[in-house]
């Protein structure tokens, strides 16, 4: 829709860490930044609430704890996880919810690649952490399983990050009207 609308627009999708991707847009070097992590992100920038993004469990179809109706943290004692890489959010929220309840966090598989990831779970090799976004395709086609595990500390904000002082052309307020609003 916005490229029918702007038929010369020239966009460019960088993913970036979230520390990288918060400079750049405070330098002038992005426009914008999309980001997952608790609102605000960042005060120095103008942080827009997209909406908020669960995070899921996720395990193999055959994984034990998929045959119960309701997990606790305790049933992770012996559970094997396949982790995102170290200071990414989200890992830091679960180790930090499981640390507080003294549950040793067993990492068999620590990468920086979410596809990855969700291969290494569906082969079998654990469960992971993950954003619902990231992980409902392979969900509504059967080849994850869901585990039945919800905390208020496990959700993240999807959010728009603008530097306060950034120009505004027509197609990138029309970007952010896309965003925000549908």
């Not at 830091?92 to 309840?101: N, P, R, S, T, V």
């Not at 620590?110 to 290494?120: A, F, Q, R, S, V």
Request: glycine residues 6%; negative net charge.
């Amino acid at each position: 829709m916005l490229k029918q609308q702007f038929p010369g627009l020239n966009i460019q999708l960088f993913p970036d860490s979230e520390a990288s991707l918060i400079t750049k847009v405070r330098d002038g070097d992005y426009d914008i930044g999309l980001l997952l992590d608790r609102y605000p992100a960042d005060t120095t920038l103008t942080c827009t609430k997209v909406r908020e993004e669960p995070l899921v469990l996720v395990a193999p179809l055959e994984h034990p704890l998929t045959k119960q109706t309701q997990i606790q943290l305790t049933d992770f004692q012996q559970a094997e996880f396949i982790v995102t890489e170290e200071g990414c959010i989200y890992r830091g929220m679960f180790e930090k919810l499981l640390k507080d309840h003294a549950v040793p966090l067993q990492i068999g598989f620590e990468l920086g690649n979410l596809e990855t990831i969700k291969h290494c779970v569906m082969n079998g090799l654990g469960i992971a952490l993950l954003p619902q976004i990231a992980v409902q395709n392979e969900l509504e086609l059967g080849k994850l399983a869901h585990l039945p595990f919800s905390h208020s500390d496990l959700k993240l904000d999807l959010q728009l990050l603008l530097h306060p002082k950034k120009w505004m052309s027509q197609p990138l307020q029309t970007f952010i009207q896309l965003l925000t609003q549908g």
